[in-house]
Nanobody
Framework: QVQLEESGGGLVQAGDSLRLSCAASGNAFSSSYTMGWFRQAPGKEREFVAA????????YYGDSVKGRFTLSRDNAKNTVYLQMNSLKPEDTAVYYCAADRTLILSQIATMASYDYWGQGTQVTVSS
């Protein structure tokens, strides 16, 4: 089993920055897991934000956050970080961390491909 715990959410103003963290734990977890972030705004479907594929080090981003958000990974701490800059009111959502061991690269933005999820952390951006 794998457990994911997000932290770092909060209330900020438009243009501000925020950093989310997701710490993974559990005997099954390793650096070979793909780790990602999705978000869900009220009344909307869960949306892909960013992910880092297995231990290869390359990150992938959803179109709405490219150039503003940066994903990094610390394998020694089993933690991924989502640095969010130039936040907009439309970034307001619950942000969920996800992980999976077996998904392939073409599935990286697909919510159903991830087996493990955190509880989510709220990010609110005021205008």
């Amino acid at each position: 089993q794998v457990q994911l715990e997000e932290s770092g959410g909060g209330l900020v103003q438009a243009g501000d920055s925020l950093r989310l963290s997701c710490a993974a734990s559990g005997n099954a977890f390793s650096s070979s897991y793909t780790m990602g972030w999705f978000r869900q705004a009220p009344g909307k479907e869960r949306e892909f934000v960013a992910a880092t594929f297995r231990s290869y080090g390359r990150s992938y981003y959803g179109d709405s956050v490219k150039g503003r958000f940066t994903l990094s990974r610390d394998n020694a701490k089993n933690t991924v970080y989502l640095q969010m800059n130039s936040l907009k009111p439309e970034d307001t959502a619950v942000y969920y961390c996800a992980a999976d061991r077996t998904l392939i690269l073409s599935q990286i933005a697909t919510m159903a491909s991830y087996d493990y999820w955190g509880q989510g952390t709220q990010v609110t951006v005021s205008s």
